[in-house]
Each structure stands twice: as structure tokens, then as C-alpha cells.
């Protein structure tokens, strides 16, 4: 692992939530001025191949990228659709539907994400 890769790992570590890769390179930038954003792009794809990161989609981010440190268990996400809010949680349910679909069908279940859109509690304050 090159020293970029490296230093683009840890800053990954360091961000709190889904950082893009804009907002790694951002930070990256604060430590190695000469990186450019296609190198973290490129570092964010090999770091993905290598199961070090995981990509992930949100609806409202059709062409943007966020990305989690792989190797931790299964978790979810919900997305506020007012302030964007991310929330990560666990759902032992969604193990239950992966044995299931993997006893019916025979294939063997890697991961699973669920995400859920709605409206977070502070937001629904502020409405009512």
C-alpha cells in the first residue's frame, strides 16, 4: 500500500458519517497538497476491491458515492429527506430475510444494506 493509499485510508477512519470522495479529498488535501482527486477516486476503487471500503448510494445521491469502512457487521442506514441526516442502525430482522432467501434459493448472502427514507424527529419537531 502506497503512502497516498494509506494516508486516504486513515482520513477515511478520522471522517465521522458517509464522506464522499470530495469530502476525503478535501481533508486529504490538508495533509498532502500535491494528491489530486483522481487519485483518491482510484484509491477509493482499489481500496473497494480490496474489502477495505464500502460503497454506498442514497437515493438523493444518484451520482455521489459515500463510503463506510468495510469489516464491520451488517448495519443500515436511514436518511432524512428534509435535512439529509444520515442514521446508522442494526436490524437483526434483515439476518432473519438473508438465512431465509439463502435456505430457499441455495446461495450464500455476502452483506446486505437496507436504507429508509423519511422525515428524522428533530425535523418533525420543527413541523409541528
Known amino acids: ?40 477516486y482510484r484509491t477509493l476503487h482499489w481500496l473497494e476491491e480490496q474489502g477495505l471500503v464500502n460503497p454506498r448510494l442514497f437515493q438523493e445521491d444518484r451520482r455521489q458515492l459515500r463510503f463506510d469502512q468495510a469489516g464491520c ?21 434483515v439476518d432473519q430475510i438473508k ?9 450464500q448472502v455476502s452483506n446486505a444494506s437496507l436504507v429508509l427514507y423519511g422525515e428524522c424527529s428533530h425535523c418533525r419537531d420543527q413541523h409541528a
Open 99 to 107: 438465512l431465509s432467501f439463502e435456505m430457499e434459493s441455495g446461495a
Open 1 to 40: 500500500m502506497t503512502a497516498q493509499r494509506q494516508l486516504i485510508l486513515d482520513i477515511l477512519e478520522e471522517l465521522e458519517g458517509h464522506p464522499t470522495a470530495e469530502d476525503i479529498y478535501r481533508t486529504v488535501r490538508e495533509n498532502d497538497p500535491t494528491i489530486h482527486i483522481s487519485t483518491v
Open 73 to 93: 457487521l451488517d448495519h443500515h442506514h436511514f436518511r432524512c429527506l428534509v435535512c439529509n441526516e444520515i442514521v446508522e442502525f442494526a436490524e437483526p430482522l
